[in-house]
Each structure stands twice: as C-alpha cells, then as structure tokens.
C-alpha cells in the first residue's frame, strides 16, 4: 500500500507513464478523461489527474485472487456500466491505504496481458527478458 502522505498525482501520472511503455499503448482522451489502449481498446482508464477529479484508475483484473485484493482497497468498487461483471475494477489513488505505484504497475500490466494481442504481450516479455 502507498506510504502515507503519497501524492496521489505523482503516482498517477508514474501510473500513466508505464502504461504508455507497454508495446502499442496509445493514450486517447474519450469522455474528457485519460484511457491508454492497444489494439483500439482500452486497458486503463485515468480518472482524475491533472486538477481534476480525484485521480484513480480502472484496470482489468480476471485473476481472481488478484481482482479480490483490488477490491480490498479503500474505496475500490466493480467499474459502472455493466464493466465490473467482466472484472473491471475502479481504484481510487487518494484514500489513506491506496495501492502504491508498484502494485499499480502490476495491475496495468495484468489488464495489459488481459486485453493485448499475444504478438504484442510476446514484445513485452522479451523487452523484460532482455534487461
């Protein structure tokens, strides 16, 4: 979990920075907020940033394990719009206890693996490999 006193924008916007490294990441900004996708879909939604709302994000999550620790944090709810049925989980980034930037890393990467093709999720892993 974050340290207290984490800025919840710094760690958005470490959050956003990862997301568009991903092979294919494209940011696009539909309904005024940020969404990063590949393949034309989205991966992560960014809400807040940038004086806005307050920032918190929604990825994926189909592991079960995973998608119940995501929903353990302070706030986080199933995504609206029927999206939480299919594992969407919305994480707020400012309540005391919120997930640090590592574990959101991961996560992105998860709805990242969940939603990309296998090509690019194969471009990923050798880029990891490599280093």
């Given at each position: 979990?974050a340290k207290a006193g984490s800025?919840?924008?710094?760690?958005?916007?470490?959050?956003?920075?990862?997301?568009?490294?991903?092979?294919?990441?494209?940011?696009?900004?539909?309904?005024?907020?940020?969404?990063?996708?590949?393949?034309?879909?989205?991966?992560?939604?960014?809400?807040?940033?940038?004086?806005?709302?307050?920032?918190?994000?929604?990825?994926?999550?189909?592991?079960?394990?995973?998608?119940?620790?995501?929903?353990?944090?302070?706030?986080?709810?199933?995504?609206?719009?029927?999206?939480?049925?299919?594992?969407?989980?919305?994480?707020?980034?400012?309540?005391?206890?919120?997930?640090?930037?590592?574990?959101?890393?991961?996560?992105?990467?998860?709805?990242y693996r969940t939603i990309a093709?296998?090509?690019?999720?194969?471009?990923?892993?050798?880029?990891r490999s490599d280093g």
């Open positions: 979990m800025d919840p924008t710094a760690v958005w916007d470490a959050v956003r920075e990862f997301a568009l490294t991903l092979p294919g990441a494209v940011e696009e900004f539909p309904w005024g907020e940020s969404v990063v996708k590949v393949n034309r879909k989205v991966f992560v939604f960014l809400g807040g940033g940038d004086g806005g709302p307050a920032p918190g994000i929604t990825v994926k999550l189909v592991d079960d394990e995973v998608h119940a620790h995501a929903l353990s944090c302070p706030d986080a709810a199933p995504a609206g719009y029927g999206l939480g049925r299919s594992g969407w989980v919305g994480v707020p980034l400012a309540p005391e206890g919120a997930p640090g930037v590592e574990l959101l890393r991961e996560w992105v990467e998860e709805s093709p296998r090509s690019l999720v194969a471009e990923w892993d050798a880029t």
